[in-house]
């Protein structure tokens, strides 16, 4: 009966809300001088309205009775602001109706027509490429959001189908579409009352039975991961639950609800919905041509991926950068140009200064996989050297590790050249990448698969791109590869993100920036909200 009601309240405001919108008569003066002169004074302080305005002799977008079907289209984008995650009350439809109705001057019109156009564009900007500006909320963010011009988005609004505008201002992206409808499934879980209780206690396997058993049955249940079932005991149907709930969560699938898999059980649904409304909000800030191919590393999923046409065409596991601050991986865009085989390594300063200089001071023979060089690129006798008097800010040397087997970086490097120093890379740690969390790099992304890679990278300009690359690797010494084709990066960082079929995927927040976003968000007014039908 209460959802019966609820459902039929918000028809009730629909249908008057139309009502009120197609209703709006705008006075016969809507374009006269008075109401010109109102547009001009209203617009004087922003560059871009006088710039808009001044092409279109001061007259409205928004005044007439045939501009009615674009202050619709404006009313019913802010009535749907919040699907979007966006700050809702920044977006009032009923104040808006108000406020039209009772402008019945020249001058009140004119100064609410700038006001409408002001409310437009900042709906279009938070729509299009988001709410928060990157880099105020992480320094290790550094997203170029691909912000529109004002002046172009009025433009081609004003000659555009208002409704049809509007819907193509966010991302067009299938990723977009189904974080949304994510959205819209947790926030009506959440009117249906969540999950249910969390599962208490520590480790349970196969076998086990009671009443955490219980708890942990009826938790799968309510995640749609068990079909219905009064079992009591551990058996087979929950642990295949429990595999494909790890699946889905970057988990071990080792069938067994150990503490880490618990703690991610746990997890409400209202924070899940947290990590979707924040991952629409990163989908926004990338909101722009990603490359036909390109290659996509989400560093909370410890994966490096050739995306080709929208179709994951290769998938590697990754090693992202440690928790430490000076070391975690940061985001952002690139273009990868070329490909180093037999790489040499050449420390960079902070590592030297950290790191070698403490063992160096210690032990002049220490680290001796590594070059010592001066400024000209000569070798420095470690026999007569003496570094106990240098600092970090004083010592002159740089430090270089020729191609070998053991080098840092493997046997190959993928480049995309940029003032963080981040690349992709081979390893010869390779235990790290069976472990569930794989975040032990200084920044750089290391791969399990770096000659498949480089196989896939190649495919497009040699017949044979595996006996190309290997020629190249058996000569032992630093071979440069261009890619004939260079192919955009992403260094992106979901928490929570889509596949074509099958469930979201959620991740942990490894260096806590979606937590940083979302509170963000919350600041500007984005809230959880739950809602039935």
């Known amino acids: 009966m209460l959802n019966h009601i609820a459902r039929l309240r918000v028809v009730i405001k629909f249908v008057a809300t139309a009502f009120l919108m197609v209703s709006l008569a705008p006075t016969a003066h809507a374009q006269s001088m008075e109401f010109r002169q109102a547009v001009a004074e209203a617009a004087a302080n922003d560059a871009d309205l006088v710039a808009f305005y001044r092409e279109r002799n001061f007259a409205g977008i928004w005044a007439t009775r045939a501009d009615r079907n674009r202050r619709n289209a404006l009313l019913s984008a802010f009535n749907a602001a919040a699907d979007h995650g966006l700050p809702a009350d920044q977006y009032d439809a009923d104040a808006l109706i108000s406020r039209l109705q009772a402008a019945s001057t020249p001058q009140e019109q004119g100064r609410l027509e700038v006001e409408l156009t002001r409310q437009f564009l900042d709906y279009a900007r938070d ?7 990157p880099s105020r909320i992480d320094s290790a963010i550094h997203r170029q959001v691909p912000i529109r011009s004002r002046v172009g988005t009025l433009r081609a609004f004003a000659q555009s189908n208002p409704a049809g505008f509007i819907r ?5 992206t299938p990723e977009y579409t189904r974080l949304m409808r994510q959205k819209i499934e947790l926030e009506r879980l959440l009117a249906d009352g969540g999950w249910g209780a969390t599962v208490p206690g520590g480790k349970l396997e196969r076998g086990a039975s009671g009443q955490r058993v219980v708890a942990l049955r009826n938790r799968l249940i309510a ?27 970057g988990l071990a699938t080792d069938g067994t609800a150990g503490p880490g898999t618990l703690e991610q059980i746990n997890v409400s649904p209202e924070r899940r919905l947290q990590s979707v409304i924040v991952a629409m909000e990163r989908e926004r800030w990338i909101n722009r041509p990603r490359g036909e191919r390109h290659v996509w590393v989400n560093i909370t ?13 290769f998938s590697t596991r990754s090693v992202v950068g440690a928790r430490a601050s000076d070391r975690v991986t940061p985001e952002f865009s690139d273009v990868m140009e070329f490909m ?3 790489p040499s390594w050449y420390v960079p300063r902070s590592i030297i200064t950290k790191e070698y200089l403490p063992q160096l001071q210690a032990n002049p023979n220490a680290a001796r996989n590594l070059l010592i060089t001066d400024s000209r690129g000569r070798v420095v006798d470690r026999s007569t050297a003496d ?24 046997l190959v490097k993928f480049m995309f050249p940029n003032r ?3 690349y992709l890379h081979d390893t010869p740690s390779k235990s790290l990448f069976g472990r569930e969390v794989r975040a032990y790099s200084h920044g750089c992304v290391r791969l399990a698969d770096p000659f498949d890679f480089a196989y896939a990278l190649l495919a497009r300009q040699t017949s044979d791109p595996q006996g190309f690359f290997q020629s190249q690797l058996r000569t032992g010494r630093e071979q440069r590869v261009d890619l004939a084709d260079p192919v955009p990066v992403h260094l992106i960082y979901r928490t929570a993100y889509t596949q074509a079929e099958g469930r979201t995927q959620y991740r942990r927040d490894i260096y806590g920036r979606d937590g940083r976003i979302w509170n963000a968000l919350a600041r500007e007014g984005v809230a959880l909200r739950a809602i039935r039908g």
């Open 420 to 422: 963080h120093n981040i």
């Open 387 to 410: 570094f106990s008097g240098y600092t970090a800010n004083n010592f002159p040397y740089s430090m270089r590790e020729p191609p070998s087997q053991g080098n840092a970086l493997g």
């Open 340 to 342: 180093v085989i037999n």
């Open 301 to 313: 999923d410890f994966t490096a991926k050739i995306i080709d046409n929208g179709v994951e065409t």
């Open 223 to 249: 995640m749609a991961f068990l079909g219905r079932t009064t079992t009591q005991t551990y058996d087979d149907a929950i642990f295949s639950a429990v595999q494909q709930f790890q699946l889905a969560h």
């Open 168 to 172: 193509s201002l966010p991302p067009q």
């Open 127 to 133: 729509v299009q490429t988001g709410v928060l500006i």
